[in-house]
């Protein structure tokens, strides 16, 4: 995941491996890029909204339009797009910002790690700093 305010692409094709997923956050306003055109052109591309990520998001940035994105994260929830189709195919995500899609697909991957007892607990609120525990406890 990258989530930086670069203006310059941080990653190209030639720095990723098959079957790699990038989720790029920072491409959220005009003249932010993260990833090159050449990744984006080579990934399986989905993106919140394809008009918005054409205008000011991802695809903007590099000169690349609406069209280019495959699908929406909502078309893959719903089924109405496959998805990744082969286990090395590159895979990218660009959302603009529609929050509350991510927030609903934050908390479904939550719900999936502590199901599966993966991932560590931190306690940003509680009165020990930096107090940390497994998700199962």
Same mark, same amino acid.
């Given at each position: 995941?990258?989530?930086?305010? /670069?203006?310059?692409?941080?990653?190209?094709?030639?720095?990723?491996?098959?079957?790699?997923?990038?989720? /790029?956050?920072?491409?959220?306003?005009?003249?932010?890029?993260?990833?090159?055109? =050449?990744?984006?052109?080579?990934?399986?591309?989905?993106?919140? =909204?394809?008009?918005?990520?054409?205008?000011?998001?991802?695809?903007?940035?590099?000169?690349?339009?609406?069209?280019?994105?495959?699908?929406?994260?909502?078309?893959?929830?719903?089924? =109405?797009?496959?998805?990744?189709?082969?286990?090395? &195919?590159?895979?990218?995500?660009?959302?603009?910002?529609?929050?509350? &899609?991510?927030?609903?697909?934050?908390?479904?991957?939550? &719900?999936?790690?502590?199901?599966?007892?993966?991932?560590?607990?931190?306690?940003?609120?509680?009165?020990?700093?930096? /107090?940390? /525990?497994?998700?199962?406890?």
């Amino acid at each position: 995941m990258l989530a930086t305010w /670069s203006r310059t692409p941080l990653l190209r094709l030639s720095d990723t491996r098959p079957g790699q997923h990038l989720t /790029s956050l920072g491409a959220d306003e005009p003249g932010k890029q993260e990833l090159a055109g =050449d990744l984006l052109e080579a990934a399986l591309l989905a993106v919140d =909204d394809r008009p918005l990520a054409a205008a000011i998001g991802m695809l903007a940035a590099a000169g690349l339009p609406a069209e280019a994105a495959h699908a929406t994260l909502g078309e893959i929830l719903r089924g =109405d797009h496959r998805g990744r189709t082969e286990p090395d &195919q590159l895979t990218v995500y660009g959302p603009v910002g529609l929050p509350w &899609q991510d927030l609903a697909l934050a908390w479904l991957a939550y &719900q999936e790690a502590e199901r599966r007892g993966l991932g560590v607990h931190i306690d940003f609120l509680g009165s020990a700093p930096g /107090s940390v /525990s497994p998700l199962d406890e």
